[in-house]
Nanobody, 121 residues
Framework: QVQLVESGGGLVQAGGSLRLSCGAS???????MGWFRQAPGKEREFVAG????????NYADSVKGRFTISKDNTKNTVYLQMNSLKPEDAAVYYC???????????????WGQGTQVTVSS
């Protein structure tokens, strides 16, 4: 089992920045970690993913150039730096992880509880 705990959410004005963090504990032979988000009335959507060994990343088109996913292997922590935030970025952001290799960086087995990001216009 992998336990994930997110932090860093909050309220920010449009155009501002936030950095989310997610620490993993338990079985930490991670293969990949990622971030998803879910806005009210919408389905959960992929935001970004990162391969633990190679650092290969993948982003949703809607966040490319604004968001950056990174990791600290020594801390089993993944980060999501969010810049130039827009009101449509407001959502609950979920951290995800997998111990297994999936070709698709959007596939995960473990999930955090989520952290709220609110963007005021």
């Amino acid at each position: 089992q992998v336990q994930l705990v997110e932090s860093g959410g909050g309220l920010v004005q449009a155009g501002g920045s936030l950095r989310l963090s997610c620490g993993a504990s338990g079985r930490t032979f991670l293969n990949a970690m990622g971030w998803f988000r879910q806005a009210p009335g919408k389905e959960r959507e992929f935001v970004a993913g990162i391969r633990w060994s190679s650092g290969t990343t993948n982003y949703a088109d809607s966040v490319k150039g604004r968001f950056t996913i990174s990791k600290d292997n020594t801390k089993n922590t993944v980060y999501l730096q969010m810049n130039s935030l827009k009101p449509e970025d407001a959502a609950v952001y979920y951290c995800a992880a997998t111990l297994y290799y999936y070709i698709d960086l959007r596939k995960y087995d473990y999930w955090g509880q989520g952290t709220q990001v609110t963007v005021s216009s």
